[in-house]
């Protein structure tokens, strides 16, 4: 098995305590950090994305994949500076105001930050002030993802997009939004950009949309 | 001689078709007059030991845990966001402790805790805790909970192990006195789209604690009703292995008619109420709701099987309309539901 498959092995089994070490390894055998990151890692959470939309595996085994990635990626990083290396973009992510679920929106933030985005994380009952001043303070925000498990916040959401919408970013940003009671009627009514229905989803929809 | 409602509720529960259908469970919102049927089931309400809240109004529970509503959340309390009390599972011996049930007077608290319900003419349910899932979720959070369950499935089960003895002593004690007629399993361990840990997790970790705080109840034979949320219905099959009967909310994520088909009157399903779709919405229109509640009864009351349970998220800026919606729901369930055994003939 060479290097980068050991990567992606470890990572797919969300192995934290080795990942360091094989990064490091692979570094000093001269395999190029783009390489380790793009297939090492960013396949391999792809990889992690499409069981769980299959339910070959659930939340845990894919939360700790999740944290492996991290892990790497704090090896490799300083390396991939010199690579000229770039994100896919940089996200925002909130639960909207009222709501103070979090693990959808913490799984999210996760799989958009393994498929190569910068992310930036709101937390939970995020006021739509919060979100237009991130979003509007940083030029480097291109997807905005907004999640709400209420049936009572689906109005803040609402006027989060309506405000998102109206801000002067909205040229480079898209709006995504989810959560238990979002449809993508909803989404379309509301004037959002892209609505999915799960984490692994709405990671290959942010790097669809970032790259179109 | 007039059927009460624990009557018609025990025929549901003994796999017969009611005389009316029965609605277990209060809707939000919903201005109930006692005159004109009584509850078919009412939750005893042990106060075991005082309630605590903090500086904002939220309860903190017996572990310490702190917990906050929000206006759109119709003060339900969920743990403060990053205000976790366990980071490391393998230290729970530390930090979970749980309080002594040293001079507890059962009977006294027993007795007190059914005093307002008439045992002639409703149900008695007995409840036990939030569940050992979501108890490690309240302690650790969502993120850090579901990592423990998959990292350190043996401090897991010891924490798990911990929690049982003390709630089972507490039910063993209590059920001697209540007696009630339903023993009421919590566990809420399904996101609305999957459940949130594997089949074989949950055999393997969850499992042996809820069948053996279940089996209390069997032994006190009660029927055991189990509350899960989201699609749950995978262990559907291990639950009946520790003998639930009734299930509620039975969420429409599952297949519910498949539910039923393959269950028959050996589940009933408690619920089967859409409350994410657009009659349990803010601002639904009266005739929207009215058809939801109609479709619910005709899609699930037939032959028996069923107890009418919906829900609605109102809001205390618009409470007005909330009550508007939980009376269309109410009076609906009172002239379609109530008579739809007589409508079959």
């Known amino acids: ?212 | 001689m007039t059927m009460t409602e624990r009557e018609n509720l025990l025929r549901v529960a003994n796999g017969q078709e009611p005389a009316w259908l029965p609605r277990k469970g209060i809707v939000p919102y919903a201005d109930v007059d006692p005159e004109e049927h009584k509850p078919c089931c009412l939750g005893a309400m042990p106060m075991l030991f005082p309630p605590k809240t903090n500086a904002r109004g939220g309860r903190i529970d017996i572990f310490g845990v702190e917990y906050e509503a929000t206006d759109s959340t119709d003060g339900l309390q969920l743990p403060m966001p990053n205000h976790f009390i366990l980071d490391d599972v393998t230290k729970w011996r530390d930090v979970i402790k749980v309080p002594s049930l040293e001079g507890i007077d059962w009977r006294a608290i027993a007795e007190k805790s059914v005093e307002h319900i008439d045992r002639k003419e409703s149900c008695v349910s007995m409840g036990t805790h939030v569940g050992y899932f979501q108890h490690l979720m309240n302690f650790m959070g969502f993120t850090e909970g579901l990592i423990a369950l998959q990292e350190e499935p043996e401090e897991v089960m010891e924490l798990y192990a911990y929690l049982a003895e003390f709630y089972e002593t507490i039910s063993k004690k209590l059920i001697e006195y209540i007696k009630p007629d339903f023993y009421g399993l919590t566990d809420d361990t399904a996101t609305a789209r999957s459940p949130f840990i594997s089949n074989e997790m949950y055999r393997k970790i969850v499992k042996p604690f809820h069948a053996s705080l279940a089996k209390i109840g069997v032994d006190h034979d009660c029927f055991i009703e189990m509350h899960n949320c989201g699609r749950c219905e995978d262990v559907i099959d291990d639950w009946r292995e520790f003998g639930v009967s009734f299930w509620n909310p039975a969420q429409v994520m599952n297949d519910l008619p498949g539910i039923k088909k393959k269950y028959g009157n050996s589940l009933i399903l408690n619920g089967c109420w859409d409350s994410s779709g657009p009659a349990g919405w803010p601002g639904a229109k009266e005739e929207l709701v009215r058809q939801a509640v109609r479709d619910c009864i005709d899609a699930y009351a037939p032959g028996g099987g069923f107890c009418f349970w919906a829900s609605l998220y109102g809001s205390k800026d618009n409470e007005k309309q909330a009550r508007q919606h939980a009376f269309w729901i109410t009076d609906e369930y009172n002239k379609y539901g109530r008579t739809f055994y007589q409508r079959q003939g």
């Open chain 1, 1 to 212: 098995m060479s290097k980068i498959q050991e990567i992606a092995a470890a990572i797919e089994a969300g192995k934290s305590k080795i990942i360091a070490e094989l990064v490091q390894a692979a570094l000093d055998e001269g395999i190029a950090p783009l390489e380790i990151l793009n297939v090492g890692m960013i396949d391999a959470m792809s990889a992690v994305g499409d069981k769980f939309q299959k339910e070959e595996i659930f939340i845990p085994e894919m939360l700790v994949a999740a944290r492996a990635m991290k892990k790497g990626v704090e090896v490799l990083q300083p390396h991939l500076g010199d690579t000229g290396a770039a994100t896919v973009g940089k996200a925002v992510i909130g639960t909207v105001s009222g709501d103070l679920h979090d693990i959808g929106k913490n799984l999210v933030s996760m799989m958009i930050e393994s498929a190569g985005f910068e992310v930036n994380d709101l937390g939970v009952d995020v006021s739509l002030e919060k979100f237009i001043e991130a979003v509007e303070g940083d030029e480097k925000v291109n997807v905005v993802a907004l999640s709400a498990l209420l049936t009572t916040t689906m109005p803040a959401m609402k006027e989060t997009v309506a405000a998102l919408n109206a801000s002067k970013a909205r040229g480079r940003i898209k709006i995504m939004v989810g959560g238990a009671p979002i449809t993508p009627e909803f989404c379309k009514e509301i004037g959002a950009d892209a609505y999915t229905p799960d984490a692994a989803s709405a990671a290959q929809k942010a790097k669809e949309l970032a790259t179109a």
